[in-house]
């Protein structure tokens, strides 16, 4: 049996749903401070250095998410192919 389920959400609410913090307002401030300093000319500035912290929790973040969408397909490919497939 398939079923199919639209929801029609914002970001927002989606979020909200899920029980995931609202983060805008840290995001706001990130951008302004990086603004801030880029508009100062900061010595030595590097882009890439100033997000390195951020981009290697994110990385991490999206390989554990690949893996646990891996791992769901794998056994449920072998729960089919344990009922005859179809």
């Known amino acids: 049996m398939k079923f199919h389920v639209d929801v029609e959400a914002s970001p927002a609410e989606l979020r909200q749903l899920m029980g995931l913090p609202d983060l805008e307002g840290l995001q706001q401030r990130m951008l302004d401070a990086i603004q801030t300093r880029v508009e100062q000319g900061v010595e030595g500035y590097d882009p890439m250095e100033l997000m ?33 497939g179809s």
């Open 52 to 84: 390195q912290p951020y981009l290697k929790t994110s990385l991490a973040g999206m390989d554990i998410m690949q893996r646990l969408f891996a791992a769901g397909m794998g056994a449920a490919a072998r729960k089919d192919d344990e009922r005859g």
